[in-house]
């Protein structure tokens, strides 16, 4: 018994597909499946049911299969170790992002977070919070860059930083004549708004008035984009509410469409969460650290230039 045979084993548990298991381990398909066949040869048993697809673990499979997420997470604990004593950070670290925050966030860190620490590969998943907690829970990735609360007890929770919104409105809408925007000012049908599954449009949500969530009467698009909105908003004028790390990636045009909020202002509490055994501790830890340092210097460039536009903001 190996541990690349445990590794095939666990894949294929999470993945039900020997295909997708294969692409996952990097390896064909015919590879991994003939390692599944020594496993099984050795201990005698069959560890899932060929027949159904997706392929599902036997009984006796399925507690194999625990047994040997166990022994994966020993065996990664003891690589952590000698990377540790040998003061060098290396390994794979696979990493889901809201998508709400990943174009912010995940270009210019990843390439400052390479350029520190060459000996970990990094492995980006962009998506919505569900899925990324379904990947946490399936041993996909080893954590996710999420916004809070998550109605989950099973994960860690790390607090990363707080991120104000603020409103992007065309020009002949009426907050572009406003100095400063007031929570009763905002209507959810006068705004575009990220389609469903998106805990942007949540928190949009709650801030408005109480009874305001009907949708637009003129009109309503679907999209998971916040360069979307912008761009709807420029050329159709209306309004939308966009996280503060997004100014970066304004033209300084486009940040004179920036109104924002009236003290207290609306905000968003980003998040690292991980499962509780933390099997990749350190290089979790880096990356918060890694992180936090970036947004820092990030959104101090971006409030100054938006500051500079509104000197009285």
């Known amino acids: 018994m190996t541990i690349v045979q445990l590794e095939y084993l666990v894949a294929v548990a999470t993945h039900r ?16 499946s003939l390692q599944i066949q020594k496993l099984e040869d050795l201990l005698g048993v069959k560890l899932f049911d060929r027949t159904q697809q997706p392929v599902v673990p036997t009984k006796i499979g399925r507690e194999i299969i625990e047994k040997a997420k166990l022994l994966l997470e020993d065996f990664q604990q003891i690589q952590d170790l000698a990377h540790l004593e040998k003061e060098e950070l290396a390994g794979e670290l696979n990493i889901g992002v809201i998508t709400t925050l990943a174009p912010y966030l995940i270009p210019k860190l990843i390439a400052q977070f390479s350029q520190k620490h060459p000996g970990v590969k990094v492995n980006i998943w962009e998506e919505t919070t569900s899925q990324i907690v379904s990947k946490l829970k399936q041993g996909m990735i080893d954590c996710g860059i999420v916004s809070m609360p998550i109605l989950e007890n099973q994960f860690s929770e790390t607090p990363l930083f707080t991120e104000k919104m603020v409103v992007y409105a065309g020009n002949q809408s009426p907050l572009a004549h406003k100095k ?3 929570l009763a000012d905002i209507h959810a049908q006068d705004f575009w708004l990220l389609k469903e599954g998106h805990c942007l449009r949540d928190d949009i949500l709650r ?21 979307t909105l912008i761009r709807l908003v420029d050329e159709n004028n209306g309004a939308t509410v966009i996280p503060e790390l997004a100014l970066g990636s304004l033209t ?3 940040r ?7 003290t207290p202002e609306p905000t968003r509490q980003i998040a690292l969460l991980s499962p509780q055994s933390f099997v990749k501790r350190r290089l979790i830890e880096t990356l918060k650290s890694e992180i936090m340092h970036f947004y820092h ?17």
């Open 252 to 254: 300084k045009e486009q």
């Open 256 to 262: 004179k469409k920036i109104r924002h909020f009236t």
């Open 180 to 182: 400063r925007i007031h």
């Open 17 to 32: 597909s020997f295909n997708k298991a294969a692409s996952h381990c990097f390896v064909t398909q015919p590879t991994l």
């Open 297 to 313: 210097s990030t959104l101090g460039q971006a409030r100054k230039a938006s500051r500079t536009l509104f000197p009285a903001l």
């Open 207 to 227: 801030i408005c008035p109480k009874g305001d969530e009907q949708k637009s009467s003129v009109y309503e698009f679907n999209t998971g984009s916040i360069e």
